[in-house]
């Protein structure tokens, strides 16, 4: 059972650059979560997927982040016209039906706006 | 506003010992779940154990445990015979229905050989 992947791993992008990550979750599990972790800080949430309806939006994703899970297996997350403020670590996670409040974390996107 | 609290930025431990990080948490809900995640340097959260709110019985996982404390809003992790392996960042973090974690701001775990 292959866990939760994240492309690419690193990203370096010149502000107002859009971008794009890809997340495939642990095969079966129907919900997605994405959160931000900025160095030395804990992850806050971005938002979640309930197969593919977007259920959850945090007030911390600007009209600039989009997310899509369009046939409710991979995931993507879009930042248009990044700004330095962007540069986080992106992380992913994926919960099962039979255990949704638990969540296995993938190994992040490293995003550096210059 | 569910939050969670991480009093101890750092924390040191020598090999084989055990040390215990604390965490506290605030809700009005009655039924959720506690983690503590283990994050090592520039790798990836790995989960090391969770608690469900209505069950009593302390969980446990090999040389990590829990002191979970309801009414007093507590949930602290003991690691046993520490491993230099052991060495991280510990996230404490609540849950409720499958929806989104909550974590607090961690805490730096070094293991002295």
């Known amino acids: 059972d292959t866990g939760v992947s994240q492309d690419p791993r690193h990203k370096i992008t010149k502000r107002g650059q859009n971008v794009t990550f890809r997340c495939d979750p642990i095969s079966e599990h129907n919900r997605l979560y994405w959160y931000r972790q900025t160095l030395g800080q804990g992850p806050e949430f971005l938002t979640y997927?309930?197969?593919?309806?977007?259920?959850?939006k945090s007030r911390l994703l600007s009209d600039r982040f989009s997310a899509e899970r369009p046939k409710g297996s991979f995931s993507t997350l879009e930042i248009q016209r990044t700004e330095q403020g962007d540069s986080a670590m992106y992380l992913c996670?994926?919960?099962?039906?039979?255990?949704?409040?638990?969540?296995?974390f993938g190994p992040g996107t490293r995003l550096t706006v210059l | 506003a569910q939050t969670v609290t991480q009093s101890q930025p750092e924390m040191s431990v020598q090999e084989a010992e055990t040390v215990t990080l604390s965490c506290t948490y605030d809700?009005?809900?009655?039924?959720?779940?506690l983690f503590w995640y283990k994050q090592p340097p520039s790798r990836q959260m790995i989960l090391v154990i969770r608690?469900?709110?209505?069950?009593?019985q302390n969980a446990t996982e090999n040389r990590f445990s829990v002191n979970f404390q309801k009414a007093a809003k507590s949930f602290s992790l003991k690691i046993s015979d520490s491993q230099l392996g052991d060495a991280a960042m510990y996230f404490c973090a609540y849950g409720v229905g499958g929806n989104k974690l909550v974590f607090g701001a961690g805490t730096i775990l070094r293991v002295k050989s």
């Open positions: 608690q469900e709110a209505y069950k009593q």
């Open positions: 997927f309930q197969n593919e309806a977007q259920l959850e």
């Open positions: 996670a994926s919960s099962s039906p039979a255990f949704p409040d638990t969540q296995y």
């Open positions: 809700t009005s809900e009655s039924d959720y779940y």
